[in-house]
T-cell receptor, first 113, second 111 residues
């Protein structure tokens, strides 16, 4: 089945460690997005990519990094510079232009211990 | 930058009652999306609106995009416990390709 797969679903990290969240899509979508969700905050855009080998910062990019080496993959690294990384992370993809449905993964929970 | 403001932030209704959720944009909307979510899970696509004045319905949920394309409303008729969740509106921030969301409206439906 086509869709977006995020892994892992749950992840624990010690302070000072980097961690990478995986996002893979087999929808042949050009655009991919990473969001962070905290209670009462809705979805805040971290990074987005409209094409392979290109990406732009969203509203809260500090402490995060991404890569887009392949069309189907858009991993997010939460670095030790992120002050408050405990949150729910959502990945999304779309064909990349207006008028198309945007699809979301099931999300990943990151807890810093 | 474009911002989406949703109101109300939370809503508690008795089962069977109608309700409306609003999404107001600081700039002209070029496509407005409505999603439903249970916190900690993925987003479920409800509908997308593009044209000013457009209205779409799915089961008991109706969404409209106003003529000036800066506000959308989501109306639920005869609410049921299955409608409970967080409703989020999303839009593209102009031509930049960044997809932004409102903070969401938490809906609770009392049996």
């Amino acid at each position: 089945d086509g869709g977006i797969t995020q892994s892992p679903k749950y992840l624990f990290r010690k302070e000072g460690q980097n961690v990478t969240l995986s996002c893979e899509q087999n929808l042949n979508h050009d655009a991919m997005y990473w969001y962070r969700q905290d209670p009462g905050q809705g979805l805040r855009l971290i990074y987005y990519s409209q094409i392979v080998n290109d990406f732009q910062k969203g509203d809260i990019a500090e402490g995060y990094s991404v890569s887009r080496e392949k069309k189907e993959s858009f991993p997010l690294t939460v670095t030790s510079a992120q002050k408050n990384p405990t949150a729910f992370y959502l990945c999304a993809s779309s064909p990349g232009h207006l008028g198309n449905t945007i699809y979301f993964g099931e999300g990943s929970w990151l807890t810093v211990v | 930058s474009q911002e989406l403001e949703q109101s109300p932030q939370s809503l508690i209704v008795q089962e069977g009652k109608n309700l409306t959720i609003n999404c107001t944009s600081s700039k002209t909307l070029y496509g407005l999306y409505w999603y439903k979510q249970k916190y900690g899970e993925g987003l479920i696509f409800l509908m997308m609106l593009q044209k000013g004045g457009e209205e779409k319905s799915h089961e008991k949920i109706t969404a409209k995009l106003d003529e000036k394309k800066q506000q959308s409303s989501l109306h639920i008729t005869a609410s049921q416990p299955s409608h409970a969740g967080i409703y989020l509106c999303g839009a593209f921030g102009g031509s930049q390709g960044n997809l932004i969301f409102g903070k969401g409206t938490k809906l609770s439906v009392k049996p």
